[in-house]
Nanobody
Framework: QVQLVESGGGLVQPGGSLRLSCAAP????????MGWYRQAPGKQRELAAD???????NYADSVKGRFTISRDNAKNTMYLQMNSLKPEDTAVYYC???????????WGQGTQVTVSS
């Protein structure tokens, strides 16, 4: 059982910032593309951002310019810096690791992000 461990969620006011972290085993982190998905109540899970082992980044249009994904290969940890948060960013955020075009994948347990005044 591969463990992806998320942290950093919480309650923040609109316009505020949060940083999510996802720690993974080194055997996974070094060869898997890593990403953050999110699922709002009553909606499908969607990709927020992902990052390849080489550092290539991809963002959903809804978060471009506000969220930054990064990875620290020495710490086997991925981050999602979320700025200018909006109420519509409220969701459970899941860490995801994948390779072989998604044939192999793992999920974290999720961390709640709530943006509300």
């Amino acid at each position: 059982q591969v463990q992806l461990v998320e942290s950093g969620g919480g309650l923040v006011q609109p316009g505020g910032s949060l940083r999510l972290s996802c720690a993974a085993p080194g055997s996974i982190f070094s060869v898997y593309k890593m990403g953050w998905y999110r699922q709002a109540p009553g909606k499908q899970r969607e990709l927020a951002a992902d990052i390849t082992t080489g550092g290539g980044r991809n963002y959903a249009d809804s978060v471009k310019g506000r969220f930054t994904i990064s990875r620290d290969n020495a710490k086997n940890t991925m981050y999602l810096q979320m700025n200018s948060l909006k109420p519509e960013d409220t969701a459970v955020y899941y860490c995801h690791a994948s390779r072989l075009n998604g044939a192999l994948f793992h999920w974290g347990q999720g961390t709640q992000v709530t943006v509300s005044s």
